[in-house]
């Protein structure tokens, strides 16, 4: 089975609107990794953060990560259009290992 | 800086039928992957290298899949025979090697289409 799941697995918002998305896993990570993927650019790496990070920034996203609970949660604020796409939380295992297991998935939708 | 190429960008072939994908990495990444992404799904790793060596290829169905890198540059991948649960997205990437974890580069991928 998939390492992480996301949830939702489907959002729509309006644009302008902020968008949460979440990511759970089983077993311990050495980091964890946000990509999205559109028709247009393909799989596109976002944010990475660490184990022993609790949050960071980049742009007009903000990923947080908890791991007491195994969770992380990727924030995107003030949605555009061009926001729309299938993101992805990847875990990597083991430091150095380079290997990564990605999740199902959610699917953001942004309307105009 | 180049990206990641792949070609061919599409393939439709019959069953039983052998395809073969190529991937050339960024300059200078030692890993490459390729993985395998069914529609709706995330991608999974089917098989990774290091220069030319492989590091893992647990998921890779040795049966009918095969890849390789023999100067430690571009990659292909082969499958033969194909079979209908093969059609997907077969996506290369690469990254750095080293002591901690690096973000990977993707290709844009080949829609494999098994009929």
């Known amino acids: 089975s998939q390492q992480g799941e996301e949830d939702p697995q489907a959002l729509s918002i309006q644009e302008g609107e902020n968008a949460t998305m979440n990511c759970s896993y089983k077993?311990?990570?050495?980091?964890l990794q946000w990509y999205r993927q559109n028709s247009g650019r393909g799989l596109v790496h976002l944010i990475l953060?660490?184990?022993?990070?609790r949050e960071k920034h980049s742009g007009r996203l903000r990923v947080t990560l908890d791991t007491s609970k195994k969770s992380s949660s990727l924030l995107i604020t003030a949605s555009r259009a061009a926001d729309t796409a299938s993101y992805f939380c990847?875990?990597?295992?083991?430091?150095?290992?380079?290997?990564?297991?990605f999740g199902q998935g959610t699917r953001l939708t942004i309307n105009p | 800086e180049a990206g990641v190429a792949q070609s061919p960008r599409y393939k439709i072939i019959e069953k039983r039928q052998s395809v073969a994908f190529w991937c050339n990495p960024i300059?200078?990444?030692?890993?490459l992957y390729w993985y395998q992404q069914i529609l709706g799904q995330g991608p999974k790793l089917l098989i990774q290298?290091?220069?030319?060596?492989?590091?893992?290829d647990s998921q890779l169905p040795k049966d009918r899949f095969s890849a390789e890198r023999l100067k430690g540059v571009d990659s292909t991948l082969k499958i033969q025979p194909a079979k209908l649960e093969d059609s997907a997205v077969y996506l290369c990437?690469?990254?750095?090697?080293?002591?901690?974890?690096?973000?990977?580069?993707f290709g844009p991928g080949t829609r494999l289409t098994v009929t």
């Open positions: 990847a875990t990597a295992l083991i430091q150095g290992a380079q290997k990564l297991v």
């Open positions: 990437a690469s990254s750095f090697a080293g002591e901690r974890t690096y973000e990977q580069y």
């Open positions: 953060i660490r184990s022993n990070e």
């Open positions: 300059s200078g990444h030692a890993t």
């Open positions: 077993t311990s990570i050495n980091n």
């Open positions: 290298f290091q220069n030319n060596g492989v590091v893992d």
